[in-house]
């Protein structure tokens, strides 16, 4: 059971913009950095975010992240069908003593 | 090209063993901490373990400590998980990943190369 709490499932039209939420506490994300990935169909997960809201090279600025407190969120502007995919966010949990992923979040591209 | 391979994968029956192997390519890989990170079919990604680069240091989830060991051999480049007492709960996709820092290990440092994963099913 993850410690980390994401919707299971976002849904909208191309060109708008979703938020996917990652909730989690002050052993994980209140203290430490989040990371997010994207999974698509078929395929192993690759990092998306970093630190937060660090885009790595080759990533789409439609992709952002922001945290405040024990709340992380991933946004993605000018939604595309390429993007439907799984979304985790992970981060390290002091209590745990290891990282942690998020419950995962669909999105889907209506 | 920076790639990681699993191999090791396949059927063991409930209470057997199993060692994952991940071979490491075009980066320095004994100056990167390395995981492994499974996926059940169907279900979300779960964290198993994480070594330093030196093998000095470990950590592991609960739900598989006392069981899996983690080890590397820098010399060869390679990555191990030896999994024991395999449970039907342990089935799921293995992945290698690598952390994107080099040098000292950061606990929130994101994994920036993943592997093609090798499938473990744990079935009588």
């Known amino acids: 059971q993850s410690v980390l709490t994401q919707p299971p499932s976002v849904s909208e039209a191309p060109r708008q913009r979703v938020t996917i939420s990652c909730s989690g506490s002050?052993?994980?994300?209140?203290?430490?950095?989040v990371n997010w990935y994207q999974q698509l169909p078929g395929k192993a997960p690759k990092l998306l975010l970093y630190?937060?809201?660090l885009l790595p090279s080759g990533v789409s600025d439609r992709f952002s992240g922001s945290k405040s407190g024990t709340s992380a969120s991933l946004a993605i502007s000018g939604l595309q069908s390429e993007d439907e995919a799984d979304y985790y966010c992970?981060?390290?949990?002091?209590?745990?003593?290891?990282?942690?992923f998020g419950t995962g979040t669909k999105v889907t591209v209506l | 090209e920076v790639q990681v391979l699993e191999s090791g994968g396949g059927l063991v029956q409930p209470g057997g063993s199993l060692r994952l192997s991940c071979t490491a390519s075009?980066?320095?890989?004994?100056?990167?901490?390395m995981n492994w990170v499974r996926q059940a079919p169907g279900k979300g990604l779960e964290w198993v373990s994480t070594?330093?680069?030196?093998?000095?240091?470990?950590y592991y989830a609960d739900s598989v400590k006392g069981r899996f060991t983690i080890s590397r051999d820098n010399a060869k480049n390679t990555l191990f998980l030896q999994m024991s007492s395999l449970r039907a709960e342990d089935t799921a996709v293995y992945y290698c990943?690598?952390?994107?820092?080099?040098?000292?290990?950061?606990?929130?440092?994101?994994?920036?190369?993943w592997g093609q994963g090798t499938m473990v099913t744990v079935s009588s």
């Open positions: 992970a981060a390290w949990d002091d209590s745990l003593n290891g990282r942690v």
């Open positions: 990943t690598k952390e994107m820092t080099s040098g000292s290990f950061l606990v929130a440092d994101p994994f920036d190369l």
């Open positions: 075009g980066f320095t890989f004994s100056i990167y901490a």
């Open positions: 070594i330093s680069g030196s093998g000095g240091t470990t």
């Open positions: 630190y937060d809201d």
């Open positions: 002050s052993s994980n994300i209140g203290n430490n950095a």
